[in-house]
C-alpha cells in the first residue's frame, strides 16, 4: 500500500535518515521501535507528507506522491491518512464528541447527519459511549488518547499513523491502549504504523522494524 524507496534526510547539517527502505502491507499492524532522537517521527511524517525527502521517493498504491503541492498533500492526508500523537492534541474547550467530529468537519462530500452517525458509532468502538457531552479536560490521558484514536479513524482511512501513542501513559493503560489497537484492526483491516520506544507495545503489533543510525531492519514479523 505505501512503500519508501531510498529515503534520506537532513535538518542542516545533521542526518536523521540514510537510504531508508519500508514496504508498509495493507492491513498491517506493525510497529517501529528506534531511541530518542533515531528519526522514528520524522519518518512518520515523511509517510503523512508532512516533511519531504532530500532524496527517494514515497509510493502510495502505486502512485509515486512524493513532491505534491501542499495542497494535494492536505487532500491526501483528510482522505487516507489519519494521525495520533503523544499529547493527544486534543481541543480543551470542546467536548469529547466535537474533538471527534471536527476531524472530518471539513469533508464537503459527507452529509451532516453521517458524520454525527459515525462520530456516535466510534465512541462506542473505544469505549466512551457515554461520555460524548464531557469535556476532554475532564478525562484520564487514557481516555483522551482513545478520543484521540476515534479522532484518527473518522474519515475511515487506509493509514493510521501513531508516534508514541502511550508515551504518557502508565503500563497498564498503556496495555489497554494496544489491545485496543488490536481490536480496531480486526474490526476495521485499517493498517497502522506505531512509533515506539517500548518493546512491550511493539511485541503487540504483527511486524516489529527497528530504526537505527545504520537504516531501518525487520526484528520479526507474524502472520495471523
Not at 500500500?1 to 519500508?22: A, G, N, P
Request: glycine share 8%; net charge negative; charged share 25%.
Amino acid at each position: 500500500m505505501l512503500e519508501l524507496r531510498h529515503i534520506s534526510k537532513r535538518f542542516s547539517d545533521q542526518r536523521v535518515l540514510k537510504d531508508v527502505h519500508l514496504t508498509v502491507g495493507e492491513g498491517k499492524l506493525m510497529s517501529i521501535m528506534g531511541k530518542s532522537g533515531s528519526g522514528k517521527t520524522t519518518l512518520l511524517s515523511l509517510m503523512a507528507g508532512l516533511v519531504v525527502p532530500d532524496e527517494g521517493e514515497i509510493l502510495f498504491e502505486g502512485k509515486e506522491i512524493t513532491r505534491m503541492p501542499e495542497e494535494q498533500w492536505a487532500a491526501f492526508r483528510l482522505h487516507h491518512v489519519g494521525f495520533i500523537f503523544q499529547d493527544f492534541r486534543l481541543i480543551p474547550s470542546l467536548s469529547v464528541f466535537d474533538n471527534i467530529l471536527l476531524a472530518i468537519h471539513p469533508r464537503r462530500d459527507i452529509p451532516s447527519e453521517e458524520k454525527k452517525r459515525r462520530t456516535s458509532e466510534l465512541l462506542g468502538h473505544v469505549g466512551l459511549g457515554g461520555k460524548h457531552k464531557q469535556s476532554v479536560e475532564s478525562l484520564s490521558g487514557g481516555e483522551k488518547q482513545r478520543v484521540a484514536i476515534a479522532r484518527s479513524l473518522m474519515n475511515k482511512p487506509k493509514l493510521v499513523l501513531a508516534d508514541e501513542p502511550t508515551g504518557n501513559l502508565d503500563s497498564h493503560t498503556a496495555e489497554s491502549i494496544m489491545d485496543l489497537f488490536s481490536q480496531l484492526h480486526r474490526d476495521f483491516q485499517t493498517t497502522f504504523v506505531i512509533v515506539t520506544h517500548d518493546k512491550d507495545v511493539a511485541e503487540k503489533t504483527e511486524d516489529i522494524y527497528r530504526l537505527t543510525e545504520e537504516g531501518l531492519s525487520l526484528l520479526s514479523s507474524v502472520h495471523p
